[in-house]
């Protein structure tokens, strides 16, 4: 069975540090991996995408993946109440369409 | 446009009731998606349409039907729920080639009573 794990949270970060979601996933072939926000109430919006070793920035968000350990995270850099959402980690397989295994999620709280 | 547009926002239905809800984009993705989440639960994958043509159903109830009359559209049909099926269900689309995460629509919040 293909898992996905994350911490449940909640994550409490004080506003202006590094917030930091850790996910972990099964399934070596696993190609495509994704952090999506979703703030309560409402559906997940897509952050960040990553599919090589290494680390991808894009603006105050990191991404950074090791194939060889099976993990993946997000760095969120000067963390803001606004960013205050559960996190899911998705991972999976493309070609011709996505199909991705999400985790449970990880509830980030930006405490002002 | 940048939108997955999902209808109705909320409804509610009896379980003896047939109703349907929509989904649209116009953004030429070949690839759309239905989930269902519920409370405090990552979503779960029921359909997937490729190019139209349905490429995965999970197991999902017959009481559950999908359609894509075309490739900007999106439809679920619903008939004879049960109130363990109510939840937010979630339309999703990708460009159906390479890698591209998910854009998801707004959601329809289910009440079956």
């Known amino acids: 069975q293909k898992e996905v794990e994350q911490n449940s949270g909640p994550l409490s970060v004080p506003e202006g540090a590094i917030a930091s979601l850790n996910c972990t996933y099964s399934?070596?072939?696993?190609?495509?991996f994704f952090w999506y926000r979703q703030y309560s109430g409402k559906s997940p919006e897509l952050i960040m995408s990553i599919y090589s070793n290494g680390d991808k920035e894009d603006g105050r968000f990191t991404a950074q993946l090791n194939k060889a350990s099976q993990y993946v995270s997000l760095l969120i850099r000067d963390s803001q109440p606004s960013d205050s959402a559960t996190y899911l980690c998705a991972v999976g397989l493309s070609g011709g369409y996505q199909k991705v295994t999400f985790g449970t999620g990880t509830k980030l709280q930006v405490i002002p | 446009d940048t939108e997955v547009t999902q209808t109705p926002k909320h409804l509610v239905m009896g379980m003896t009731n047939k109703k349907s809800l929509k989904c649209e984009q116009h953004m030429g993705h070949r690839a759309m998606y239905w989930y269902k989440q519920k409370a405090k639960k990552p979503p779960e994958l029921m359909f997937v349409?490729?190019?139209?043509?349905?490429?995965i159903n999970e197991s999902v109830p017959s009481r559950f039907s999908p359609e894509c009359p075309n490739s900007s559209l999106l439809n679920l049909h619903l008939h004879a729920l049960q109130p363990e099926d109510s939840a937010l269900y979630l339309c999703?689309?990708?460009?159906?080639?390479?890698?591209?995460?998910?854009?998801f629509g707004s959601g329809t919040r289910l009440t079956v009573v």
């Open positions: 999703a689309s990708t460009p159906g080639q390479d890698n591209y995460g998910y854009t």
């Open positions: 399934d070596r072939v696993s190609q495509s």
């Open positions: 349409y490729s190019y139209e043509k349905l490429s």
